[in-house]
């Protein structure tokens, strides 16, 4: 497409063999979609849903799962096979069915794609369906058409079109014909190129189709997402890890139970038999169910919070991403043009309040509300303003160019919107690339004889027309003087990051009044800068990925926070001068980028995760889409983004809101943290059974539980009291801790400390209990139930205890996980009737307790939750001095250690 924007349309026609009047002819038409098909993207087949379906059987910890089921039902021990299958086909499915809804990005992009174009044809303008479209077709534009294809112009009239959804700039792109001087590779400086799925704002124009469907540069957008595949999550990586370990650990146990038997002269094939029953009870077959509700709670949370995420995994990795690459237009900024100050001509400094196309804000000059004709010089540019201007603003929606429209909002906010009422307009000449002004000729209607020109434009042009300057309703001669105190007012516009506009009027075209300056910028979003310190504070970097011109990048930048004196930016034109080696190693000191295509995103997000980040991409655009899918976490905004984005994004924030960022990066920390809180629970209490039953085993002591109750408490590990870990609030204070590094393992070795203490605990004071209620070397039903009931206990307390790592239950608070509360109690009340419950007993084997046996389990259960509130708070303690030597501020306890 470069070398196209360096030819003239005349040698193009003839390389594409077409004439500019007449079109193609039907049969040519018909010669070359043989050659270049229709003007649409091909979608490869789906896979069949079985095959995407047993996909999801792949993951390690679902395989070990699997081979638990199976080794269960041979063993005969079909109740586990039962338990464990359902686990399995429940995780299997709620994961299917989300990837399958979200598995659109490709087809959404034919969304773009106008399904009508008006073109050329046997010498007839014909309209007709845009996939018809053949290069060489001759096509016509005109306002408010989408582009059908890539163009080479070759008429434009006052064309401008909005190429926002490529490049990131909110202005309307004004085209030419002309040939461009330097072949250029992005796609910004080719102003004679119309491109696919843009939207023309004002104008019309004529062009060749030079590039369609998967030829055109939209084409380009479209082969790069074909391309790219969405990365693992950390939590996917995470679970991996974790199956892996489990299985290593379960060929572990039945190694050493073999061992040991050998060593005491039984059977290897009963010791195996053994082994094997106690590496399947090992196996957390409820992880895979709380992992994915606890995901679907986060998800339903996020709803609640303004964010739809459409991958269930994907809550959980906002928690370890340390790099955003944000996209300015639409995500930092509010992608509406707004002007914020005005200079007159005898240089009175007006700032303007409120953001947007309505008549919220006011204009201040002097300490005043400047309204109507309240200070003259005010008025006079406002004049202008409105005058020179073609754009209408209807209940909020603007109908025009964003720049005019900033500046017909900001005289509605001065109530003079319907000043150019006043006049009949004569006659327009529309801005160009030539002149760089529009200008206006206007007849006052209560002097229709009377010609007056209004003007307004860049500033050097607009100054060499006038000869005057208006100062509190007076025309005074302008000196050079004065224009050099202009241009001084201009450049500080400028370094604010300001686009400015000089205004200007008069009876003579060749001798104008100048009034004075507007400065319009695409402000950043409410609270933005507070959301981004916030981001800043918790160890993340943001990087600024945006197609605007340096000046503007670095303005804004600076507005947030994000650049200031020495630090680097670059542009996509460096990139391309960069490998991936040079770029990965300056990447992380970067914090904006300029001038970048489509491509260069995704360059920019390769070379972030290849050294080690965790990237989340935000973005509106169809310039965004692959980076968004290349991300470990695409975020799209719901208001502003374009289809495409949408559907290649992960997460969707419905109010354009950054800060909703927060609230999610909140969120999937709090979930890794309870899924963590699960794991320690359950490997603890299945650490304490199994040791339980192989200890009684190697000590030939009779088996202190019977199938039963061992099921009762198997039910108790995977059910209600642990699942309800799952959903513990989410504590406040993650947002200030760093994010998690991606390869660090569930299994910490804070972690299995823990879980060793506890089943420590556990054993001891259940065994003691066994072994003092089998004084009269009798079993009888009551040392089963005390044992039984004692391990249960265990369980409740161990539960409350894991509820938080670091923090103490009394600061977290009793009731704040109301299900946790709900599944204990039930618990409890299951247990009592299986001590109680005549049919329940002779199921169980077991027999009623005294009053005086409950309290004197719960005094030695709980010792369990004493002994784990002790060691948070020595640790606790610990941390706080430690970080005190250091000059350091926590706000964490062990929890996040």
């Known amino acids: 497409m470069a070398e196209v924007s360096c030819l003239s349309y005349h040698d193009i026609a003839s390389q594409l063999g077409t004439d500019l009047q007449s079109g193609l002819t039907d049969i040519e038409v018909s010669r070359r979609r043989k050659n ?106 005109s306002i408010g058409d989408r582009v059908p294809g890539d163009l080479r112009l070759f008429e434009a009239y006052d064309l401008s079109i909005d190429e926002s959804s490529f490049t990131g700039e909110p202005e309307p792109v004004s085209k030419m014909n002309d040939v461009s001087a330097v072949k250029q590779k992005g796609i910004t400086h080719r102003n004679n190129i119309a491109f696919m799925g843009t939207l023309v704002r004002c104008g019309n124009g004529k062009g060749i189709v030079v590039g369609t469907g998967e030829n055109s540069e939209f084409g380009e957008v479209f082969k790069m997402m074909q391309a790219e595949e969405a990365p693992k999550t950390p939590l996917q990586i995470s679970m991996g890890e974790l199956g892996k370990q489990l299985s290593f650990y379960s060929f572990c146990i039945i190694g050493v139970i073999m061992f040991l038997g050998w060593l005491q002269g039984r059977r290897l094939l009963d010791m195996f038999t053994i082994g094997v029953s106690l590496a399947v009870a090992a196996i957390p077959e409820g992880l895979p169910i709380v992992v994915t509700v606890t995901l679907a709670i986060g998800v339903m949370r996020m709803a609640t919070r303004k964010a739809i995420v459409k991958k269930l995994p994907i809550v959980e990795t906002l928690g370890c991403v340390d790099v955003i690459c944000s996209d300015k237009t639409g995500t930092l900024t509010k992608n509406e043009m707004t002007v914020t100050q005005m200079i007159t001509a005898d240089c009175q400094l007006a700032e303007v309040t409120g953001v947007g196309y309505d008549a919220s804000g006011e204009v201040i000059c002097n300490r005043e509300v400047v309204r109507d004709g309240s200070n003259p010089s005010v008025a006079k540019v406002m004049e202008v303003a409105v005058i020179c201007n073609n754009a209408q603003i209807v209940k909020g929606v603007l109908q025009g160019q964003p720049t005019e429209g900033a500046l017909l909002a900001c005289a509605i906010k001065m109530n003079m919107e319907s000043v150019r009422n006043d006049f009949i307009r004569l006659h327009e000449w529309p801005f160009n690339s030539d002149t760089k002004y529009m200008k206006v000729k ?93 981001l ?58 300029y001038r970048v ?177 089998l004084a009269d070397e009798k079993i009888t039903k009551r040392d089963t139930t005390m044992t039984f009931t004692c391990f249960v206990f265990f369980g409740m307390f161990n539960a409350l205890s894991c509820r938080s790592q670091g923090k103490s239950v009394f600061k977290i608070g009793f009731f704040t996980n109301r299900m946790f509360l709900v599944a204990v109690s039930g618990s409890l009340i299951g247990q009592l009737l299986v001590i109680y419950f005549p049919p329940l007993q002779k199921v169980f084997q077991t027999e009623g307790l005294y009053f005086m046996d409950f309290v004197f389990l719960i005094f030695l259960t709980s010792s369990v939750f004493i002994v784990a509130e002790i060691r948070k708070a020595v640790e606790t303690f610990w941390t706080r001095r430690r970080n005190a030597t250091e000059g350091q501020h926590t706000y964490f306890g062990a929890d996040y250690i």
């Open 36 to 141: 270049h098909g229709y003007n649409e993207f091909e979608i490869s087949g789906d896979e069949p849903l079985w095959k995407k379906y047993l996909g999801q059987f792949k993951e390690p910890l679902i395989l070990l799962l699997l081979a638990s089921a199976c080794v269960s039902a041979i063993m005969g021990q079909f109740d586990d096979a039962v338990s464990i299958t359902v686990a399995i086909i429940i995780v299997v499915t709620v994961a299917f069915v989300q990837e399958y809804r979200s598995e659109k990005s490709l087809e959404a992009l034919s969304k773009l794609v106008p399904p009508k174009c008006h073109c050329v044809r046997n010498g007839k303008l014909e309209t007709f369906l845009a996939r018809q479209l053949v290069p060489g077709d001759i096509v016509y534009l």
């Open 442 to 534: 206007v007849a006052p209607k209560r002097n229709l004889s009377e010609e007056v020109f209004y003007v307004k434009g860049a500033l050097d042009q607009v100054l060499s027309l006038c000869r005057y300057f208006y100062s509190s309703g007076l025309v005074l001669p302008q000196t050079q003087k004065q224009e050099q105190l202009f241009h001084q007012h201009a450049a500080h516009m400028g370094t604010a990051g300001l686009r400015v506009l000089a205004l200007a009027y008069g009876n003579s075209e060749t001798a104008l009044t100048f009034v004075g300056m507007v400065g319009i910028i695409d402000p950043p979003r409410d609270g933005i800068r507070e959301a981004i310190t916030t």
């Open 536 to 593: 800043l504070s918790t160890g993340a970097t943001l990087k600024m990925v945006t197609g605007d011109a340096e000046e503007t990048a670095l303005a804004i930048a600076s507005r947030l926070g994000l650049y200031a004196s020495g630090a680097k930016a670059l542009s996509g034109e460096q990139i391309d001068q960069m490998d991936v080696g040079q770029l990965e190693k300056v990447i992380d000191h970067i914090c904006v980028f």
């Open 597 to 773: 295509s489509p491509r260069h995103k995704l360059t920019i997000v390769k070379a972030l995760q290849n050294i080690g980040h965790v990237v989340g991409m935000t973005g509106d655009g169809v310039n965004d889409a692959v980076a968004l899918k290349s991300a470990d976490i695409g975020i799209a905004m719901g208001r502003t983004g374009t289809d495409v984005s949408k559907e290649a994004a992960d997460m969707i924030l419905v109010d354009d809101n950054f800060e909703t960022i927060l609230s999610a990066i909140e969120e999937g920390k709090g979930i890794f943290y309870n899924i963590r809180n699960f794991v320690r629970f359950q490997l603890s209490m299945s650490i304490a059974a199994l040791t339980l039953i192989t200890l009684s085993t190697v000590m030939k002591l009779p088996n202190p539980l019977n199938a039963m109750q061992i099921l009762w408490i198997n039910i108790i590990m995977d059910g209600p009291p642990a699942q309800s870990l799952g959903v513990e609030p989410v504590d406040h204070d993650v947002i200030r801790q760093p994010p998690r590094k991606s390869k660090d393992s569930i299994l910490t070795r804070h972690l299995i400390s823990n879980v060793i203490i506890s089943a420590a605990i556990i054993v001891t004071g259940t065994l003691w209990i066994f072994w003092k209620e």
